[in-house]
């Protein structure tokens, strides 16, 4: 569904596409291309077994403003195309090789008008390119192959079915100048907060069309759209640490952004936040039981469980280069209890949640998958790229290059503990252990919008292991109810296993969107393509995991008192 985002780096390339009545030259064009590039032939050598083309278009509209000012605002039309050419067959290929190599076209100078003759000549000259580098590339996997034992023989690609797609492209009408005004009127809000660092208030809202058409007879032509606003404000504590909080909201519709008033509000409820967590004590190390409250349970569990349903392959390699495959923390566990008995999971792109797929970019169906089934790991997030048990996709190829990626993930328990519940039995488990209090996460930093210096610290500070999310709204509950925030503590140790951990589910069911872009952390801003993603799971108590005190070196506190600050002093 969020393709198009992928877009978002050619827009310093952009002129108006234009979407006119009548037949589709474009779509045409691209047809016609690929029927002719499908009989590629240098001499001898192998001719393409497998061609698709893809071009996504549109428009995208973004402002920021902070403390009620302006940073920055513009519309950018866009149009970008895709060539995927695979010579040999589908048992033996070019992909899969750690060293691809081989000629490359200019992808940046896709043309923008309507020009079928124009999007034929740039799509001759791509694929001409892919097909050179094809040839160059299954060469020195041949090579390559002459010189190590493969102990698993896998296909190279998957058959899949011939699948139609075709809606036609209905341009939204969206206000550019009046969201303009909206994110303006709602970073106004910062201002009653003399003492933050930053606040500021950015949305972005894209409009595209999808096209992609293969030497396998699938045609796939659907619109695709997305409004994201996010809301982020940062002040320092006395000791000089910098805290932070946000807030996003995501539509798949344009019509359905949040009013004005919603926002307005949204950035007073992270002011303030970010305000009592500058107040709060620093945290000390913790061991025993974390209570994920809220949002903090389909956060924890987008990112141990989500990012680790999918199985790696390992290329072929010439001989004394290391794999770039990295394994993930489920891999090899089918069959085995990953969770409590109480547990199922299930992956389903049906919903019309902000997940909701129809098909891949593979152009496979999306479908409805079981993952885990009474705490039993039962099955992975499958694309094209045969792995190790699996044969076929199950249309969750959602990232660059065709990397899977979940759709609307959703979690739910046979036995639901009420949330007040949950609460006296982890003070039960605290008392029994001696712990002056029990910890409680209402929100995680999950995607992060941490700065990237910060962001290594996180990851360096995981060491082998894979790096979560800092906490962002910690607090101690004691014996007798009262809680205490506290700052400056991070996760440590938590990972995959955790989730054999948990030993109850609250009665809640909260749905959390995100955008997943595979950057570690989830880091806004960073990777290299997007999906949009749904994840719905209660409260979650999980026993022995660890909270560390984070030892970093503080920031100075400025020198002088901000403006507003100043202002008022005189």
Known sequence: MIRV????AFLAFLAVPVFGAGPDVIFEGMKTELKRASTLNLGQLEKPYFISYAID???????????GGLVGEGSSPFRAGEVHLRVGDYKFDNSNFGSAGGARFDLRSFPLEDDPLA???YLWLATDSAYKGALQTIARKRA?????????????YALAPKNVVSAEFVPVKFDHKAWTARVRTASAAFNAYPSLRTGVVEYTALDGYHRMVSTEGTEIRKQEAMGSVQIRASAQAPDGMVLRDWAVFYAGNLDRMPSEAVLTKAAKETADSVMKLAAAP????????????GVAGPQLLAEILGRNLSIARKPVVPRGMPSQAAATELEGRRGVRIMPEM????????????????????????????LVEKGVLKDFFRTRLPVRGYAESNGHARMQGGGPAPTNLIVTTREATPVADLKKKMLDLCQQRGLAYAIIVRKLDFPSTAPVEEARKIIA??????????????????????????????LHGVNARSLKDILFAGDDSVTFDYVENGAPLGLIGYGNSNASVSVVAPSLLIDDLELVKIDDELPKLPVVNAPALASAAR
């Open 5 to 8: 985002q992928r877009t978002i």
């Open 57 to 67: 278009e549109g428009t995208s509209w973004s402002a920021s403003a902070t403390f």
């Open 119 to 121: 999007v034929r000549q």
């Open 144 to 156: 390559a192959l002459g010189s190590v034992t493969v102990n698993e023989q896998l296909p190279d």
């Open 282 to 293: 620093m945290g000390e190390a913790y061991s025993g039981p974390i209570l994920f409250e």
């Open 343 to 370: 547990f199922d999971v299930v992956d389903d792109p049906t919903k019309p949640m902000f997940g909701h797929e129809d098909v891949d970019d593979e152009g496979v169906p999306s479908a409805r998958i079981s």
């Open 461 to 490: 500070a995981a060491g082998q292991g894979h790096p979560v999310s800092q906490p962002l709204r910690v607090f101690k509950l004691y014996a007798d109810g009262h809680e205490e925030q506290i700052r400056g503590v991070r």
